[in-house]
């Protein structure tokens, strides 16, 4: 199983670089693009009916390594079906401010060091 997610997860990994390089610069649409396509993909690979292996493989080990926010999406999709409304705020809110604000306190304090 390790073997499936890490060949997946270096698949992906490559397709990032890849759509980053391929995109102009001036504003972030490498990742806006992976972020975006990686959501309609995981998507179609959680609504279709597919072995354990190949779930790993395709969604925890490619679409993993080409963006998290695909699995991001896809949760709180699930909170929000499931009638789990307050759960799946919290986690908007949390991820949407406290992700970009735990990646600044973090470049600040290599600055700082």
Do not use: H, K
């Amino acid at each position: 199983m390790l073997a499936l997610v890490g060949v997946g997860g270096a698949i992906g990994a490559v397709l990032r670089y890849l759509i980053g390089e391929w995109m102009p610069d001036g504003f972030p649409w490498g990742t806006l693009t992976v972020n975006l396509l990686g959501s309609l993909i995981l998507g179609v690979i959680v609504g279709m009916s597919l072995s354990a292996e190949m779930g790993l493989q395709l969604g925890t080990g490619i679409m993993g390594a080409f963006t998290t926010m695909s699995a991001y999406s896809v949760d709180l999709i699930e909170l929000f079906e499931n009638s789990e409304y307050g759960p799946a705020l919290s986690y908007l809110l949390v991820t949407v401010v406290g992700c970009p604000l735990l990646a600044y306190a973090g470049m600040r304090m290599m600055q700082t060091a």
